[in-house]
């Protein structure tokens, strides 16, 4: 059974870098044929997705974050990270790490249970 | 960027009863990459329903996916207490991916 766990800080302040790490248990990142995702979700509204990566470190983030975003991937630890600069209140979300499935019949079959974020002086 | 757009936004509904809801699509999607989820108060979202009609495991099977191009469904045949919840339609056809903004389905 895979299981994806979310860790770093609660709290960021304002104009800081929000770092979250994803660990991965029960499977390999290295082992192919999953991009390993970020998706956050604001407090009280919708699903945004933020990027993924594969375990090459080939990456897709979304346009809408400006190039803020930066996600990464540590195959030795089996964790996959995600870096957003020059944080504002408005970046204040539950951050979810997932996995999903690429090939013919593409989908997240695994979500992590998801790590408030709050950014605020 | 592929817009999904759901509809009704709320949905109440009694135990037992059918629920039908709607995900819209900007442009033609792929069935295959076509995916539903459920999400319940300080959960992480559930796998439903991908390949617009393919039941996750351990799905049961009052919930049906169907639909192509631009216009896909889900289905719940009779509601159970447990199926009270916030539905999404999400999209693995371009990046970025998208999802719908969300089906509440509350009690009646």
């Known amino acids: 059974q895979v299981q994806l766990q979310e860790s770093g800080p609660g709290l960021v302040k304002p104009s800081q870098t929000l770092s979250l790490t994803c660990t991965v248990s029960?499977?390999?990142?290295?082992?192919?044929?999953?991009?390993w995702s970020w998706i956050r979700q604001h407090p009280g509204k919708g699903l945004e997705w933020i990027g993924f990566?594969?375990?090459?470190?080939?990456?897709y983030h979304n346009p809408s974050l400006k190039s803020r975003a930066t996600i990464s991937v540590d195959t030795s630890k089996n964790q996959f990270s995600l870096r957003l600069n020059s944080v504002t209140a408005a970046d204040t979300a539950v951050y979810y790490c997932?996995?999903?499935?690429?090939?013919?019949?593409?989908?997240?079959?695994?979500w992590g249970q998801g790590t408030l974020v709050t950014v605020s002086s | 960027e592929i817009v999904l757009t759901q509809s009704p936004g709320t949905l109440s509904l009694s135990p037992g009863e059918r629920a039908t809801l709607s995900c819209r699509a900007s442009?033609?999607?792929?069935?295959?990459?076509l995916a539903w989820f459920q999400q319940k108060p300080g959960q992480a979202p559930r796998l439903l329903i991908y390949g617009a009609s393919s039941r996750a495991t351990g799905i049961p099977d009052r919930f049906n996916g169907s639909g192509s191009g631009t216009d896909f469904t889900l289905t719940i045949s009779r509601l159970e207490p447990e199926d009270f919840a916030v539905y999404y339609c999400?999209?693995?056809?371009?990046?970025?991916?998208?999802f719908g903004p969300g089906t509440k389905v509350d009690l009646k």
């Open positions: 997932a996995r999903e499935i690429f090939g013919s019949l593409p989908r997240i079959d695994y």
């Open positions: 990566i594969y375990y090459t470190g080939s990456t």
């Open positions: 999400q999209q693995c056809d371009t990046s970025p991916r998208t």
């Open positions: 029960g499977g390999s990142i290295s082992s192919g044929g999953y991009y």
């Open positions: 442009q033609i999607i792929n069935s295959n990459y």
